[in-house]
């Protein structure tokens, strides 16, 4: 049996990444608690015949039915609802609807899991067909740690199992005999887990009807089964009540250990998946920074001397400017137009690895997770009960991610710089023909050293025009090139922000969750002193 430390648990719920779960767990516990009564519930799929025996088991009370309680043929039962008789507080819940795919299905297939977790005995109301698509959930209730006595099985509407006892109640009884070791083996029940097989209502005689009489099924009671039930339920005596609570406890705490705990492993198995895509990007970005840089550089370094070369080659006081202001642009054109290319092709390079990181089925979960941070919309109120509370896990991590991004700058603040950074990009990429226009600037430097022809230190003054020329066209290139390997620099960061901007609060939350797994694993493997 899994003896688990309770305080311990609920104060590991209150110390999850995000937030507190103890609360939600505790709240339902308490209410849980305050019952001085034994708490019997009855559980099972919607069409099994809870309400219709619950109404029996009131009426045989002499007890009234309540306004809550319908009988039909449809899902009727939405909450979980309960009934004084015999003593017992016994609770009808919803029906629950293994592999539904409406909220609704879902929802009360939760509240019905709930309240199983939460009682002192357990009734698993079957038809005569026994378990089918519900095997599985109901092997999970039978293997839970139910003390001696404090976990039966009901299968109801026995009449409807293909042989009428009113035609003779040996077959009837044979027949209640293997379905009962049929049942027995399915779910290897032990002789301690009490089965009745029981009639509720026979043949469908008193219907929906709820303002009726004990008499109303005194033709039937030789053989409907349910004397054996109501005794059942009268046996169960307040002295045992300690001690069933106890159980319920360990039970209830345990259940929500492991569930909260399968919860956190899958978020952290995801939020593993989406730190991993936001690395990804900071890679990305590294290295295409490093290239475009890489790049900056060798155009810088080919730009050093080059106009100076030019001026020695076809320098000539006495000449005219055309010939090395030609030169001189045809230089730079040159330089420009081999330096540009491989910003062209960086440029292509970025925009196919970010369609392919686009491609990665690990990119429509990590663009959901971001498209939840920037909407700020708040998370729906997860169902009620244990499965409901483990649900809002998930919104509590995408609360504190959120937190986590916004302390260093806002989400909003981030996505508007980039999209700035965007709008720009294409101003000056693709413009090669115009990229150096160098004619006004060298002629005005010819045109003043033509001024100073008559100056005494001639010497001098060519060097100077010349260091002029060279210092200008050199600026002017920088000035042209600069704002091409800033175009580039703004689209590797916008292609990447959505992942380098996450990286950091990523690899910060799986560590959160790491550190709570670990911790409620060591829970589950330590027994209270």
């Known amino acids: 049996m899994t003896v688990v430390d309770i305080e311990a648990v609920r104060d590991w719920l209150g110390r999850l990444p995000g937030g507190s779960l103890a609360g939600r767990y505790g709240a339902d516990w308490d209410a849980f608690e305050k019952h001085d009564k034994p708490v019997v519930t009855l559980f099972g799929?919607?069409?099994t015949g809870k309400s219709s025996l619950l109404r029996r088991l009131i009426v045989d009370s002499g007890g009234t039915v309540p306004a809550w309680l319908t009988i039909s043929a449809r899902h009727e039962t939405f909450e979980v609802n309960a009934a004084?008789?015999?003593?017992?507080?016994?609770?009808?819940?919803?029906?629950?609807?293994?592999?539904?795919?409406?909220?609704?299905?879902?929802?009360n297939t939760d509240r019905a899991t709930a309240a199983v977790g939460l009682t002192d005995v357990g009734v698993v109301v079957l038809t005569s067909q026994l378990a089918t698509a519900e095997r599985g959930l109901l092997q999970q209730v039978f293997t839970r740690d139910w003390p001696a006595g404090a976990l039966w099985v009901v299968i109801s509407r026995f009449d409807e199992a293909g042989i009428n006892p009113e035609y003779g109640l040996d077959p009837y009884r044979a027949l209640i005999e293997r379905k009962t070791g049929e049942l027995r083996t399915m779910f290897a029940l032990d002789v301690r887990t009490r089965i009745f097989v029981v009639a509720p209502d026979p043949f469908g005689l008193a219907g929906s009807y709820t303002d009726l009489g004990p008499e109303t099924w005194d033709a039937y009671r030789s053989w409907d089964g349910m004397k054996d039930l109501q005794d059942a339920l009268a046996t169960v005596s307040p002295?045992?009540?300690?001690?069933?609570?106890q159980a319920a406890g360990q039970r209830y705490w345990a259940a929500v250990l492991d569930e909260a705990l399968t919860e956190l492993r899958t978020q952290l198995a995801d939020y593993t998946a989406r730190a991993e895509v936001a690395t990804g990007g900071l890679h990305r970005r590294r290295a295409s920074e490093n290239e475009l840089d890489a790049i900056d550089r060798a155009a810088r370094a080919g730009l050093d001397g080059l106009v100076e070369e030019v001026l020695r080659q076809s320098w000539n006081?006495?000449?005219?400017?055309?010939?090395?202001?030609a030169e001189i642009q045809r230089a730079l054109d040159e330089w420009f137009k081999k330096h540009e290319v491989r910003l062209q092709r960086l440029r292509q390079s970025i925009r196919k690895s970010t369609e392919r990181d686009r491609a990665h089925p690990s990119w429509d979960d990590f663009a959901s997770l971001v498209a939840?941070?920037?909407?700020?919309?708040?998370?729906?109120e997860p169902a009620g009960g244990v499965a409901g509370r483990v649900e809002s896990v998930g919104p509590m991590l995408v609360g504190v991610l959120k937190a986590m991004t916004d302390a260093a700058e806002p989400l909003t603040s981030k996505r508007t710089r980039t999209a700035k950074a965007a709008?720009?990009?294409?101003?000056?990429?693709?413009?090669?023909?115009?990229?150096?226009?160098?004619?006004?600037?060298?002629?005005?430097i010819f045109d003043d050293f033509r001024a100073d022809r008559a100056?005494?230190?001639?010497?001098?003054?060519?060097?100077?025009?010349?260091?002029?020329?060279?210092d200008a066209c050199t600026r002017r290139a920088l000035d042209t090139w600069q704002p091409y390997v800033d175009e580039v620099r703004d689209e590797i960061i916008a292609e990447t922000s959505d992942r380098v901007d996450l990286d950091a609060s990523l690899h910060r939350l799986v560590e959160q969750l790491r550190e709570a797994v670990a911790e409620g694993e060591r829970l589950l493997s330590v027994t209270p002193s």
């Open 317 to 325: 006081p006495a000449g005219g400017v055309d010939e090395p202001q």
């Open 372 to 380: 939840s941070l920037e909407s700020g919309d708040a998370a729906p």
């Open 423 to 444: 709008e720009g990009l294409g101003r000056h990429l693709g413009t090669v023909e115009a990229a150096i226009p160098l004619v006004v600037y060298v002629a005005k």
């Open 239 to 245: 002295s045992e009540l300690p001690g069933l609570r």
């Open 455 to 470: 100056r005494v230190d001639q010497e001098r003054a060519v060097a100077e025009k010349r260091q002029e020329l060279v």
């Open 45 to 47: 799929s919607y069409d």
């Open 84 to 107: 004084e008789v015999a003593g017992c507080v016994v609770r009808d819940t919803p029906g629950f609807s293994v592999g539904a795919s409406d909220l609704r299905g879902q929802n």
